[in-house]
């Protein structure tokens, strides 16, 4: 079946613009997750959002940047006032299950660069 | 709280030679430990994973890992590397129980040597 798909690839702004990327999960997929991966940083956790509960946002770099999850599937991440240090590969993964042990399945990223 | 620290951003080995990437981690509390692979222009992909039981554990493309709690060690090896190999290799861990969520190494990128 269809795997985690992201959009778009790759997205040049400039600073002070607000970007927003999306997710669409795999379908039936209850889990889903964004991570951030900056040059030579390993991958960093951002926002979970688990079926109908709160997203827990911990993981959020500051109040410019803020998800939803629209029904249960598709999700969008937004950063308001794009800051240079912003640029990274925007992942988002999706697990059939929440729990730690359940097999997260990644999207191809989102290539955020901002001039 | 936890950590996990890959020794060397990047590996070189031949064509046909063994593969060994290093991962230690730290935990206050019993990990759960996953190997990632991300090849080039592509997401992640699981390679494998250790919750419970036996502490080698075999993933896909002939990789192995195995957990050893004493030395906080998840290395993973592959006796024969092929030139398909070539890509970037991350370690994680997570407690097994509680909300915290995947922390990830930085990433070890694999080179092959024909």
């Known amino acids: 079946g269809a795997g985690v798909s992201q959009s778009p690839s790759n997205k040049v702004t400039e600073k002070g613009k607000d970007v927003e990327l999306r997710c669409d999960p795999i379908?039936?997929?209850?889990?889903l997750y964004w991570y951030r991966q900056s040059l030579g940083q390993g991958l960093e956790f951002l926002i979970y959002f688990q079926g109908n509960s709160a997203p827990d946002k911990s993981g959020l770099p500051s109040d410019r940047f803020s998800a939803e999850r629209t029904g249960g599937s598709v999700s969008t991440l937004t950063i308001q006032r794009t800051q240079q240090e912003d640029s990274a590969v925007y992942l988002c993964?999706?697990?059939?299950?929440?729990?730690?042990?359940?097999?997260?399945?990644f999207g191809p990223g989102t290539r955020l660069l901002v001039l | 709280a936890q950590s996990v620290t890959q020794l060397g951003s990047h590996v070189s080995v031949s064509e046909g030679a063994l593969v060994l990437l290093r991962c230690n981690y730290s935990s206050s509390v019993p990990p759960y430990l996953f190997w990632y692979v991300q090849y080039p222009n592509q997401g992640l992909q699981l390679l494998l994973k250790?919750?419970?039981?036996?502490?080698l554990v075999k993933g896909i493309n002939g990789f192995e890992a195995e957990f050893k709690k004493s030395e906080t060690s998840f290395h993973l090896t592959k006796p024969s590397a092929h030139m398909s190999d070539a890509a970037e290799y991350f370690c994680?861990?997570?407690?097994?129980?509680?909300?915290?969520?995947?922390?990830f190494g930085t990433g070890t990128r694999l080179t092959i040597i024909p």
């Open positions: 993964a999706s697990s059939e299950l929440p729990g730690q042990r359940e097999t997260q399945y």
């Open positions: 250790y919750t419970t039981g036996a502490t």
């Open positions: 379908s039936g997929h209850t889990a």
């Open positions: 994680a861990v997570s407690p097994n129980f509680g909300n915290e969520k995947l922390t």
